[in-house]
């Protein structure tokens, strides 16, 4: 077990359709991270928050955003839901991005999204 | 090409055998590496964190770096049914946690008893 939460572990919706996936992080950890899990695709990196503040984008699709909250907690919300949305949505956390080389990612059980 | 290549397998060794897992990328900024092992159905599970080129080694694993040949491996001696699972590459150019990995889509590994 990593430390890191993540709700709900399954979601079924329909196409344009909105829904919020929740993390909550390590204990301690200030950094969060998202993924999207697809076959063909891999995992790939969505969106970092620290402290709050969003730190880096990656492969992140205007359709969908994130925020981290003051307890530092993070919620994903995906909108205008599509079929090829169907995957496993990982959050992640780490200490401190500045610790730089000894700083890493531990990531959560993950959730399944089903889009139908 | 993408960024990080690897090998999907499956890969199929007989317990006890010593494996080898590999992964090649073409960024030459990237300076950090990793190694995570998926079980199904379950989120990824840091296994090695390396920094720039060398070994590394943790009870039955060994990570090698080789920046010059733009080539990663992990070695797992010993190897037990329970290490069947998915092994993904990971490397960040920043360090583990300054911005998001990118990953090697994961070689699955059997290992037979």
């Known amino acids: 077990d990593s430390g890191v939460t993540q709700t709900p572990k399954h979601l079924i919706t329909a196409t344009g359709q909105r829904v919020t996936l929740r993390c909550s992080p390590r204990?301690?950890?200030?950094?969060v991270y998202w993924y999207q899990q697809s076959l063909d695709q891999g995992l790939q990196f969505l969106i970092q928050?620290?402290?709050?503040?969003?730190?880096a984008k990656g492969n992140i699709l205007e359709r969908f955003s994130a925020q981290q909250f003051p307890d530092l907690h993070s919620e994903l919300n995906l909108s205008s839901l599509e079929l090829g949305d169907s995957a496993l949505y990982f959050c992640?956390?780490?200490?401190?991005?500045?610790?730089?080389?000894?700083?890493?990612?531990?990531f959560g059980p993950g959730t399944r999204l089903t889009v139908l | 090409q993408k960024e990080v290549e690897q090998d999907p397998g499956p890969l199929s060794v007989p317990e006890g055998a010593i494996v080898s897992l590999n992964c090649t990328y073409s960024?030459?900024?990237?300076?950090?590496f990793m190694w995570y092992r998926q079980y199904s159905r379950k989120g990824p599970e840091l296994l090695m964190y390396?920094?720039?080129?060398g070994n590394k080694e943790d009870g039955r694993f060994t990570a090698q770096v080789d920046k010059s040949s733009k080539y990663i491996s992990l070695f797992i001696r010993d190897s037990q049914p329970s290490d069947s699972a998915t092994y993904l590459c990971?490397?960040?150019?920043?360090?583990?946690?300054?911005?998001?990995?990118?990953f090697g889509k994961g070689t699955h590994l059997i290992i037979q008893p």
């Open positions: 992640a956390s780490s200490v401190d991005w500045r610790l730089a080389a000894t700083d890493t990612q531990y």
């Open positions: 204990s301690g950890d200030l950094s």
């Open positions: 928050y620290y402290n709050g503040e969003e730190r």
């Open positions: 960024n030459s900024a990237f300076q950090y």
């Open positions: 390396t920094y720039s080129s």
């Open positions: 990971a490397m960040s150019t920043l360090g583990g946690g300054a911005d998001g990995l990118t």
